[in-house]
C-alpha cells in the first residue's frame, strides 16, 4: 500500500513536461496511426489512382444504380449441367476437371452493359459465366463472351470504354463523338473492333461460341506451364436470327426454347500459345495455327429465372482457379476480379429486384 | 542516466510478461498491422488486388493459429501486476480493452473465413484448401462481408486506445507500463 501510495504522490506532483511529453507521442502515434489508416483506404494520397470505386461509380453513371443486380452483364439467366472431360486436358493441366470424368457446373447467360433491363439486339455482346465444381473445394470459374477477343488491354480502357459508351437518353445511342474520341485514343480498340466485326455472326446464345479472352497458365503433373486460351464450341447448329423490335428479350426466350427441346452443348477447345505468343494483350488474337486439345463437352441441361441459391449468386471471378491453372501477366485479370468482387459485395447487401427474364413466362 | 526521467521512473523494474507472452504480442502486432494495412489497400487496389489478397488471407489465418495460441498462453499465464499508478477504474477499462482485443484479433479471421465461405469460393490458404464454416448464401456472405469492415475500423480503433493509453503511461506517467511487454535491451 505504501508502495502505491509513493507511486500516487509521484503522480500526484505530476510533472509537467512529461505528461506534455505523453500527450505529444499520443498525438503523434495518432496522426501516423489515423494517416496510414486514410492513406491505405484510398483517401488521401491515392490522386487518380483507378479503384474498383471508379468502375463501380462508373457503371452507376452509365446504367444506374441497378439495384440487386450485377453492376455489368445485369441481364442473365442461371443455367447447370455438367462437363464430361475426356482425359486429354491432362497434357497440359494437373486440374481434376481435366481427369476423365464428370464435374457438375453452374452457368449465367448474360449480355454484357450494366442496364439489367436492357432490350436484347441482334449486336448485343453475349457472356457466358461458368463455375466447374462449384461450391467444391477445387472450382474453375470463367467469365466469357462470345467475341474472339476483347476490346480492351488495360482497365483504363475498359473504364474510358464504359464512360464514352453511356447511352444518351435523348438518341437511345452512345454520343458518336464521345465514341470517336474514345477509339482514337485507345487504337488497340479500334483493331480489335475490326477483328469483332469480321468473326461470323450467330443468332443467340446456343449456336454462339464463347472465349476466355484472357491466356492463362495451364500447369501439368510434371510442372510444365503453357500458355492457354480457351473457347467453348457449340454442338447446336446455327440457328435462324429471332430479332424481334416486339421482344426484348428475343435473345433469352430462345435460348429458353432451345432448352425445352433438350440439353445444349459446347466443346471445350485449350488452345495452346508458344514461347512467341504474347499473354498479356487479350485485344490480339493468336496465330490461327495454334495448336488445339480438345478437352470434353459441356453440357447444359436446365435454365432458371436468376434466384437465392442459383447462379445470381455466384461471382464469375476469373481469378478463381484448380490448381493446374494460374493467372497470366495479363493486367485485366486482377482488375476483374477486384471489380467482380466490389459487385458482388454490392449487391449481396442490396435488396433484391427482378430480373428481366421470368423463365416461367416465356410461351412455348 | 541522469535525465528528469530517468529520475521519476520506478527504480524497482516491474514485472513482465512471460517471454512466450511477449514473443505472441508482438508477432500478432505485426501480423494484425500488416493485415489490416493491406486489406485497406487491397480493397482500392485494381492492378495488386489479386496478389494481396493472397497475402492477406495468409496473414489472417496466421493471426488465428497465433490468437488460439495466445488465449492457451493467456489462461494458463496470468499477466503481471499493473503499476501502481493504475487507479481501480483504469483497471476496468484495462480488462475491457485486452478482452475486446482478443475477441476482435480471434473473430476478424473467423469472419473472413467464413465469408469466403458463404460466397461458395474455395477457401485456399498457403496452398492448402480450408474447409468452408458457412454456408453458401448471398445474404450470409453479404453480412460477413460488411462485419469484416466493420470489424477492421473497430480493431483499428481499440488498437488505437492501446497504444495511446500505453504511451500515455510510459512516457506521461513514466510508471513502466511499456517495460512489462519490452524485451530487456543490452546494457539496461
Known amino acids: 500500500m505504501t508502495h502505491h501510495q509513493d507511486h500516487r504522490s509521484g503522480v500526484g506532483a505530476l510533472n509537467r513536461r512529461r505528461v506534455l511529453l505523453g500527450a505529444a507521442a499520443v498525438g503523434g502515434f495518432l496522426v501516423v496511426d489515423i494517416g496510414a489508416v486514410l492513406y491505405a483506404g484510398g483517401w488521401v494520397g491515392s490522386g487518380k489512382r483507378l479503384t474498383r470505386h471508379t468502375f463501380i461509380d462508373g457503371f452507376k453513371w452509365a446504367n444506374g444504380p441497378q439495384i440487386g443486380f450485377r453492376k455489368n452483364h445485369g441481364k442473365g439467366v442461371a443455367v447447370a449441367g455438367y462437363f464430361d472431360s475426356n482425359g486429354n486436358g491432362r497434357e497440359i493441366s494437373k486440374a481434376k476437371v481435366f481427369q476423365p470424368g464428370r464435374t457438375p457446373v453452374q452457368g449465367r447467360f448474360s449480355l454484357a452493359s450494366g442496364n439489367a433491363h436492357q432490350a436484347d439486339t441482334a449486336a448485343s455482346a453475349r457472356g457466358l459465366g461458368l463455375a466447374f465444381g462449384y461450391p467444391g473445394g477445387e472450382q474453375w470459374r470463367t467469365a466469357m463472351l462470345n467475341l474472339p477477343v476483347f476490346p480492351d488491354n488495360s482497365p ?12 444518351s437518353p435523348a438518341t437511345g445511342k452512345p454520343d458518336p463523338k464521345a465514341n470517336a474520341q474514345f477509339l482514337a485514343a485507345h487504337p488497340e480498340t479500334a483493331a480489335a473492333m475490326k477483328i469483332i466485326a469480321a468473326a461470323p455472326k450467330t443468332s443467340g446464345f446456343g449456336d454462339s461460341p464463347f472465349h476466355g479472352l484472357n491466356a492463362f497458365y495451364f500447369v501439368n503433373a510434371a510442372g510444365t506451364r503453357t500458355p492457354v486460351r480457351w473457347s467453348f464450341i457449340p454442338l447446336q447448329q446455327p440457328g435462324q436470327s429471332t430479332a424481334s423490335s416486339s421482344d426484348p428479350n428475343f435473345l433469352f426466350n430462345d435460348l429458353i426454347r432451345r432448352f425445352r427441346a433438350g440439353p445444349l452443348q459446347w466443346r471445350l477447345l485449350l488452345t495452346m500459345g508458344t514461347a512467341d505468343d504474347q499473354v498479356h494483350d487479350a485485344t490480339l488474337p493468336w496465330p490461327a495455327d495454334r495448336r488445339s486439345i480438345d478437352a470434353g463437352t ?11 441459391g442459383n447462379a445470381r449468386d455466384i461471382n464469375f471471378d476469373p481469378l478463381v482457379l484448380p490448381p493446374g491453372i494460374e493467372r497470366s501477366e495479363d493486367p485485366l485479370l486482377s482488375p476483374r476480379s477486384a471489380v467482380y468482387a466490389a459487385s458482388h459485395t454490392l449487391r449481396a ?15 412455348l | 542516466v541522469t535525465t528528469e526521467i530517468a529520475d521519476v521512473a520506478p ?14 504480442h508482438w508477432l500478432t502486432a505485426v501480423a494484425i498491422f500488416s493485415a489490416l494495412f493491406i486489406g485497406f489497400v487491397m480493397v482500392n487496389s485494381t492492378g495488386n488486388y489479386a496478389t494481396l489478397l493472397v497475402v492477406h488471407k495468409a496473414l489472417g489465418v496466421t493471426i488465428l493459429i497465433i490468437v488460439v495460441v495466445r488465449i492457451a498462453n493467456r489462461v494458463t499465464h496470468p499477466a503481471p501486476a499493473l503499476p501502481g499508478s493504475v487507479h481501480r477504474l483504469e483497471r476496468w477499462a484495462i480488462a475491457g480493452s485486452e478482452l475486446s482485443l482478443y475477441v476482435l484479433m480471434l473473430a476478424q479471421p473467423l469472419i473472413g473465413w467464413a465469408m469466403v465461405s458463404a460466397a461458395g469460393t474455395p477457401v485456399v490458404v498457403f496452398g492448402l484448401h480450408l474447409p468452408p464454416i458457412a454456408p453458401v448464401n448471398l445474404t450470409v456472405f453479404g453480412v460477413l462481408r460488411e462485419s469484416h469492415t466493420v470489424l477492421a475500423y473497430l480493431l483499428v480503433i481499440v488498437i488505437a486506445a492501446h497504444i495511446s493509453a500505453v504511451l500515455m503511461h510510459a512516457i506521461g506517467l513514466g510508471d513502466g507500463m511499456l517495460r512489462r511487454m519490452t524485451f530487456r535491451l543490452p546494457g539496461r
Open chain 1, 349 to 363: 447487401n442490396e435488396p433484391t429486384s427482378t430480373p428481366a427474364v421470368n423463365v416461367n413466362e416465356v410461351a
Open chain 1, 156 to 167: 483504363q480502357g475498359f473504364y474510358d470504354r464504359l464512360i464514352a459508351g453511356k447511352v
Open chain 1, 298 to 308: 459441356l453440357t447444359l441441361t436446365t435454365v432458371s429465372t436468376e434466384a437465392p
Open chain 2, 11 to 24: 527504480t524497482v523494474a516491474p514485472p513482465r510478461f512471460t517471454t512466450l507472452s511477449r514473443i505472441l
